[in-house]
């Protein structure tokens, strides 16, 4: 009678450590995408901020000689990512700090006659950007 007894211990004792070991690798899968959807929620709001501007400045220049289209950049990115964004030429880029290194977000402007700007986003509220076009030019402000 002990050795069945202690047979079922050794039993449950096993089964117990492939049950532990099962849901130590499971809570890791669940962890690593947690923090996919944290990286990926963070470059889309990137994407979406530098599309954003860059529509405000075609709907600008397609409408033509003082004309003025209104947007707004996000105070900082999602958990707070602080972020500079550029236009030059035909490119708004949106450049922030992520984990391991620099990520870039980019959008293409159907006009490079744009005055070349530069916004530091850190932290805060919105802030609106006014896109208005003076004789062809385009001029951002904000």
Not at 45 to 56: C, I, L, M, N, S
Not at 93 to 106: C, N
């Amino acid at each position: 009678m002990k050795k069945a007894k202690a047979q079922v211990s050794a039993d449950l004792l096993i089964i117990s450590a492939v049950v532990f070991i099962l849901f130590l690798f499971l809570f890791e899968v669940y962890a690593n995408g947690i923090q996919s959807t944290r990286i990926l929620a963070t470059q889309l709001a990137a994407q979406r901020a530098a599309d954003d501007v860059a529509r405000a400045i075609d709907r600008a220049w397609l409408a033509g000689n003082g004309s003025v289209a209104h947007t707004s950049l996000p105070g900082s990115l999602p958990n707070g990512l602080p972020y500079n964004i550029s236009i030059q030429g035909r490119q708004v880029t949106l450049v922030y700090s992520a984990g391991e290194g620099v990520r870039v977000a980019g959008a293409g402007t159907a006009t490079s006659n744009v005055s070349a700007v530069n916004f530091t986003m850190s932290s805060g509220s919105d802030r609106p950007l006014n896109v208005t076009n003076i004789g062809g030019s385009i001029g951002v402000s904000g």
